[in-house]
């Protein structure tokens, strides 16, 4: 399987996405699972999960799935809330995180969003937890250039190794600045949402996407998937409940575009030209 360089190490082109998961029937979890199961047999070794993904729901599904692994073969992510970011709030929400998923470490814990605690306190937060062992690096999410630069400006603001934003074929504004800044500063980037979440309510499906999957003889959702992983530079985190689906994910990683197949993309899907909101989900 093609690899990248994520968060210093040698890892998947795709990780696991978990949002929503656990939170079903019995015949959904057991489906969940599989899916899960399927893509760590098959070369994934990245989870991003949260506390907020169906409020502990998520992390104890993925707990339960990685007793049958070792667990130092796994990139494990969580995040937690803007206002769980104080340092005493911070290592009790990572304590409960680590007892739902049967660990005794996270290879990465980020600051979900950002909210009113300063990020100076959150960092302050973070090396504790670092310098506890309970986690090994931390990172941050939905922050756009301005945070980044902000973070980086306060003490030890400098030892974020990642950022995790939205980003698909219908959602690019993290192309004008806040990769160019991250690839910079060495910050490693996560895509979430490459389908446009649920419904694909975020990314309107044009028929310049149904034809080309069509000629290419691979499915819409390959197809953008792939697109995201154009550069190999990123890595990015689709969600699917079922081993079909992960399999088809997995087979996207391989798919290659030609110039003028970007190009006509781009027509329909454009590059951003300035620097917009930062969209997030
Ligand atoms: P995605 O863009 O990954 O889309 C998930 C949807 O696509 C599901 O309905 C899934 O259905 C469907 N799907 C997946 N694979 C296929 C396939 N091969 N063919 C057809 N349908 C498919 O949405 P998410 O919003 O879940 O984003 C991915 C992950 O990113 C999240 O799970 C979470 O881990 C992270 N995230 C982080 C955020 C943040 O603020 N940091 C915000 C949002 C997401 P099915 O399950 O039936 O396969």
Redesign the pocket.
């Known amino acids: 399987m093609k690899s990248i360089t994520f968060n210093h190490q040698n890892t998947s082109a795709i990780?696991?996405?978990?949002?929503?998961?656990g939170e079903g029937n019995n015949m959904m979890t057991e489906s969940?699972m599989a899916?899960m199961r399927y893509g760590l047999d098959h070369g994934i070794n990245v989870?991003?999960?949260?506390e907020?993904?169906g409020e502990g729901k998520?992390e104890t599904l993925i707990g339960n799935v990685l007793k049958d692994y070792h667990r130092n073969d796994i990139q494990l992510i969580s995040?937690f809330y803007p206002y769980h970011a104080t340092p005493k709030l911070i290592e009790e929400s990572l304590k409960a995180s680590l007892k739902r998923l049967q660990t005794d470490y996270l290879d990465l814990y980020?600051l979900?969003?950002r909210g009113k605690t300063p990020l100076s306190e959150t960092v302050i937060g973070l090396e504790r937890m670092v310098k506890a062992g309970l986690i090994r690096n931390w990172g941050v999410?939905?922050f756009d250039r301005s945070d980044l630069e902000e973070l980086f400006s306060v003490p030890d603001g400098e030892n974020c190794r990642i950022n995790?934003?939205?980003y698909?074929i219908g959602s690019r504004g993290i192309e004008y600045s806040v990769l160019p800044w991250q690839k910079k500063n060495h910050v490693s980037f996560?895509?979430?949402?490459?389908?446009?979440?649920?419904?694909?309510e975020f990314?309107k499906i044009k028929p310049v996407l149904t034809e080309m999957a069509q000629q290419k003889g691979v499915?819409?959702?390959?197809l953008?998937?792939a697109w995201v992983l154009r550069n190999h530079d990123l890595l990015?985190?689709?969600?699917?409940?079922?081993v079909?689906?992960?399999?088809?994910?997995l087979e996207?990683i391989d798919i290659s575009f030609t110039k003028d197949e970007l190009e006509l993309l781009d027509k329909y899907y454009p590059a951003p030209k300035n620097e917009g909101r930062l969209e997030?989900?």
């Open positions: 990780g696991i996405g978990t949002w929503h998961i969940e899916a989870i991003d999960t949260a907020m993904y998520s995040k980020l979900h969003w999410s939905n995790e934003d939205l698909n996560i895509g979430y949402s490459p389908f446009g979440s649920d419904g694909g990314l499915s819409v959702h390959q953008l998937l990015s985190i689709p969600k699917t409940s079922s079909e689906h992960m399999q088809s994910n996207a997030m989900i």
